[in-house]
């Protein structure tokens, strides 16, 4: 049996939302559990507009999506919250106690009493490229990350992109693979310039090849792939190919939460707007996920949701006990909660 | 107030009145033009408003900028005329301008 890791709040999402539930369930004494698929904190914020300012949190005039990100990290560090990085939920149980056990992609088991999604968008998965006739290539020959550099060695090789991912596993799988040819629409990279250099020497010495351009088609048979058309600027290239792997960045999917029973309206999870409860008692949505009449997908409406929530959260976990309203200003038990003196 | 079309993939026509300082995007979205998403609100970050300037067009609309392009690496079949609507402003001087909408986004 797995090692199974408890928790009061298992949160799924660690974006600006799931970071400021671990404040106002703190404040209740909740620990918490965040989830999420990218490799740090910040959701949306960190991963597509770090450096762009908001407008529109209250106090703040202006402030950095990445700003927020680390405000929120160093308001909610009293409360130490756990975190697992590079992870995806997959299923969700009710045990008969009334808690949850979830699992992840990497078969972790988490246990709650209370779940709340923050998921925003949905988890970031890697997009698939507008290649038609590339969904039978999937997970045989054309893959969207690499695990095992082995599963690569002696074949002929296309890496699609012009950002780090491509360019880093170019210089990589170079010399285990029998061919390289990275495909990228154009001479720019965004990746970094060292690593452009060290490709455009590479292909100098004939290490490898690359070549300008959209892949347009696939060759093969039973996901077995042969060849990858190239159009170029000179017109259609044909490419030996045995592995391709595309790197296009990432979109969002609500991906496996779409089959925990909760009712979906159009990939949103419908609440209520007294507690942001799902239509399973206990399961609670927060943040752009969550839809009820009047939402508006702001991050300062996604931190009223929370507070409110923690409200009903608590009554989950500490059933019977009052629940007494303070002010962070004036509460010295919240104040000892954050580790300051009024 | 400066006249803008887009033109859906199916060729329907969607003539609209922007006003000078707003996006294509944001006009595009206001209209309910098929085809324009804007996952990202106009950030910059997602290549999901994705048009073909018109010919006609491309000189006066002018490059993307390093940013811009960046994204459009991430479009479905990138053209040389191909833009971000959300990067596109509205001025007096695009009055008539007609931009394409892609088969798909992404």
């Known amino acids: 049996m797995t090692d199974i890791t408890r928790t009061d709040v298992l949160i799924v999402g660690a974006g600006p939302v799931g970071l400021f539930a671990v404040f106002e369930l703190g404040l209740f004494d909740m620990k918490c559990h965040l989830i999420d698929i990218l490799d740090r904190p910040g959701g949306q914020c960190a991963e597509l507009y770090p450096e762009k300012p908001i407008y529109d949190i209250p106090g703040w005039p202006s402030i950095s999506a990445q700003g927020l990100v680390d405000k929120l990290l160093e308001q909610i560090a009293p409360f130490k919250p756990d975190f697992s990085y590079n992870r995806m939920v997959s299923s969700l149980e009710k045990l008969e106690d009334g808690s949850f056990r979830v699992t992840t992609d990497e078969n972790e088991v988490f246990e709650a009493k209370v779940v709340v999604i923050a998921a925003g968008g949905g988890s970031f998965q890697p997009k698939r490229p507008p290649i038609p006739g590339i969904e039978p290539y999937e997970g045989k020959s054309v893959f969207y990350s690499v695990r095992r550099m082995e599963d690569f060695r002696g074949h002929d090789l296309v890496i699609v992109g012009g950002g780090d991912s491509a360019l880093d596993w170019t210089l990589n799988l170079q010399p285990v693979a029998k061919s390289v040819t990275l495909v990228h629409r154009r001479p720019e990279f965004r990746a970094a310039p060292d690593s452009v250099n060290k490709m455009y020497a590479m292909q100098e010495m004939k290490q490898l090849e690359f070549q300008v351009g959209q892949v347009t088609g696939l060759t093969g048979a039973d996901g077995r792939l042969s060849s990858a058309t190239i159009k170029g600027p000179d017109g259609d290239v044909e490419v030996p190919c045995t592995r391709m792997l595309p790197f296009f960045g990432l979109t969002m999917k609500l991906g496996p939460i779409a089959e925990w029973g909760l009712n979906l309206q159009e990939n949103l999870i419908p609440v209520d707007t007294e507690k942001f409860q799902t239509s399973v008692p206990g399961i609670f949505a927060v943040g752009d996920i969550n839809w009820y009449p009047g939402k508006l997908k702001l991050i300062l409406s996604g931190f009223h949701e929370v507070a409110l929530m923690a409200q009903a959260a608590k009554r989950i976990i500490s059933p019977g006990e009052r629940i007494v309203f303070q002010y962070t200003t004036s509460s010295t038990s919240l104040q000892k909660k954050l580790g300051v003196s009024g | ?77 990138v053209q040389p005329n191909s833009r971000l609507s959300c990067q596109i402003k509205v001025r007096d001087a695009l009055d008539g301008l007609v931009v394409r909408v892609p088969a798909r986004q992404g």
């Open chain 2, 1 to 77: 107030m400066t006249k803008l079309t887009f033109i859906a993939h199916d060729g329907t026509h969607f003539d609209m009145d922007a006003e000078n300082g707003s996006t294509v995007m944001e006009n595009a979205i206001r209209n309910a033009v098929p085809g324009i998403e804007a996952e990202c609100g106009g950030a910059c970050a997602c290549a999901t408003c994705h048009v073909y300037v018109d010919e006609a067009w491309t000189a006066e609309v002018g490059e993307p900028e390093a940013m811009e392009e960046d994204m459009l690496d991430f479009a479905y079949d």
